[in-house]
């Protein structure tokens, strides 16, 4: 399989009813996309500014301060220690990642990669474009023999499941013994809401708990782009073994894959600074505590959901027909066929939009 056999990019199919949806009196609500709406921190675009006078290429392992970062954040934020800037690379946003690493490892037909049974659809997409094999499985006892690269997602996206340290470890295991790769997902890491993820860091692949400070077969992915609302910015990093780092530098040199100098020097200035993340998750917070009770109250069912950016929901229905029930309360959400074939009931709603935007969401929920 190639590009050229790849499916429709699925967001066409929910046109029609955002066209339902903008008829709304007071206009359309739109949860579908996790796309950040709030601005990005000052400190981080002055950084970016003054970075400007970029005449040299820019570095595929980045710049020796940009590493430095990434280094000091997993320690600070991540409780991860004992990583040198040989164990990590910036990347051009995480998607591009998650796409691309099954390519960049050399995998190809015959070769099985292991995602979430809900999970967005880029997982898959890498698989096939390679010719792999793309399996659905969430526990580690279902792992096929000829998984090369196995993916978890913690938090997940789109139902916020977060994976503890005994489970990571307990995978970490598994991986090892099909001779697989374990990447994991952790984009949501800094939005935890409920017990015992309200109080307590949610733990990387990498943590030593998980470990024991052997990283061989390990990567752990993140992004800046809704912790910093850096989504335009398309920054993004992985750490973990040093061998597999190396390998993906020498792939990513030949084909060009670096992030521009500028970006570089503001994801170093948004690593570097916690305030920001702390206020961005309490935005994020009070959204959550006007739109969940709201769609409960108009029958939803809330499952999981106990971090990340969505709330994961369903009121026992194909998601196609809550869609539209939604559409006519001027509300857009993501539908569950979206995230694999095992959740056809479930709707995703997203806790990017302003605050007015959301209240006016769980006002027109709480009219029903």
Same mark, same amino acid.
């Given at each position: 399989?190639?590009?050229?056999?790849?499916?429709?990019?699925?967001?066409?199919?929910?046109?029609?009813?955002?066209?339902?949806?903008?008829?709304?009196?007071?206009?359309?609500?739109?949860?579908?996309?996790?796309?950040?709406?709030?601005?990005t921190?000052?400190?981080?675009?002055?950084?970016?500014?003054?970075?400007?006078?970029?005449?040299?290429?820019?570095?595929?392992?980045?710049?020796?301060?940009?590493?430095?970062?990434?280094?000091?954040?997993?320690?600070?934020?991540?409780?991860?220690?004992?990583?040198?800037?040989?164990?990590?690379?910036p990347?051009?946003?995480?998607?591009?990642?998650?796409?691309?690493?099954?390519?960049l490892?050399?995998?190809?037909?015959?070769?099985?990669?292991?995602?979430?049974?809900?999970?967005?659809?880029?997982?898959?997409?890498?698989?096939?474009?390679?010719?792999?094999?793309?399996?659905?499985?969430?526990?580690?006892?279902?792992?096929?023999?000829g998984?090369?690269?196995?993916?978890v997602?913690?938090?997940?996206?789109?139902?916020?499941?977060?994976?503890d340290?005994?489970?990571?470890?307990a995978?970490?295991?598994?991986?090892?013994?099909?001779?697989?790769?374990?990447a994991?997902?952790?984009?949501?890491?800094?939005?935890?809401?409920?017990?015992?993820?309200?109080?307590?860091?949610?733990?990387?692949?990498?943590?030593?708990?998980?470990?024991?400070?052997?990283?061989?077969?390990?990567l752990?992915?993140?992004?800046?782009?809704?912790?910093?609302?850096l989504?335009?910015?398309?920054?993004a990093?992985?750490?973990?073994?040093?061998?597999?780092?190396?390998?993906?530098?020498?792939?990513r040199? +030949?084909?060009? !894959?670096? &992030?521009? =100098?500028?970006?570089?020097?503001?994801? %170093? *200035? $948004?690593?570097?600074?916690? /305030?920001?993340?702390?206020?961005?998750?309490?935005?994020?917070?009070?959204?959550?505590?006007?739109?969940?009770?709201?769609?409960?109250?108009?029958?939803?069912?809330?499952?999981?959901?106990?971090?990340?950016?969505?709330?994961?929901?369903?009121?026992?229905?194909?998601a196609?027909?809550?869609?539209?029930?939604?559409?006519?309360?001027?509300?857009?959400?993501?539908?569950?066929?979206?995230y694999?074939?095992?959740?056809?009931? +479930?709707?995703r !709603?997203? &806790?990017? =939009?302003?605050?007015?935007?959301?209240? %006016? *969401? $769980?006002?027109?929920?709480? /009219?029903?």
């Amino acid at each position: 399989m190639g590009v050229a056999d790849l499916a429709d990019y699925p967001w066409d199919a929910v046109a029609p009813y955002a066209q339902r949806a903008r008829a709304h009196a007071d206009g359309m609500v739109d949860l579908s996309i996790g796309s950040p709406v709030d601005e990005t921190p000052a400190l981080i675009a002055t950084a970016l500014r003054e970075a400007t006078d970029a005449h040299a290429y820019p570095q595929t392992i980045g710049t020796p301060a940009l590493r430095q970062a990434i280094v000091d954040w997993y320690a600070r934020r991540r409780g991860v220690t004992g990583l040198t800037p040989a164990h990590v690379l910036p990347t051009v946003g995480s998607k591009e990642l998650v796409a691309l690493l099954p390519l960049l490892l050399g995998l190809g037909p015959g070769d099985v990669v292991v995602h979430p049974r809900a999970a967005y659809p880029t997982y898959e997409v890498g698989a096939r474009l390679v010719g792999a094999t793309p399996v659905a499985a969430d526990d580690p006892a279902e792992w096929p023999e000829g998984a090369r690269l196995i993916w978890v997602n913690s938090p997940g996206n789109p139902d916020g499941r977060v994976w503890d340290a005994a489970q990571l470890r307990a995978a970490v295991s598994r991986s090892r013994a099909l001779g697989a790769i374990l990447a994991s997902d952790e984009c949501y890491a800094e939005l935890g809401w409920e017990a015992p993820w309200d109080v307590e860091p949610i733990p990387s692949v990498l943590d030593p708990r998980v470990t024991d400070g052997d990283l061989r077969g390990i990567l752990s992915v993140y992004s800046l782009s809704k912790q910093s609302n850096l989504a335009g910015y398309r920054a993004a990093f992985l750490a973990g073994d040093p061998d597999v780092v190396a390998r993906l530098v020498v792939a990513r040199k +030949h084909l060009g !894959l670096m &992030l521009p =100098a500028p970006v570089q020097a503001a994801m %170093a *200035a $948004a690593l570097g600074d916690d /305030a920001h993340v702390a206020a961005q998750k309490e935005r994020y917070r009070r959204r959550r505590a006007s739109l969940k009770p709201a769609l409960e109250s108009a029958g939803f069912r809330v499952d999981r959901s106990e971090a990340g950016l969505y709330l994961w929901a369903t009121e026992g229905r194909d998601a196609w027909e809550s869609l539209g029930c939604l559409a006519d309360l001027g509300i857009l959400a993501g539908p569950g066929h979206f995230y694999g074939s095992h959740y056809p009931q +479930h709707v995703r !709603l997203s &806790l990017t =939009a302003s605050d007015e935007r959301v209240d %006016a *969401a $769980a006002a027109r929920l709480r /009219a029903v």
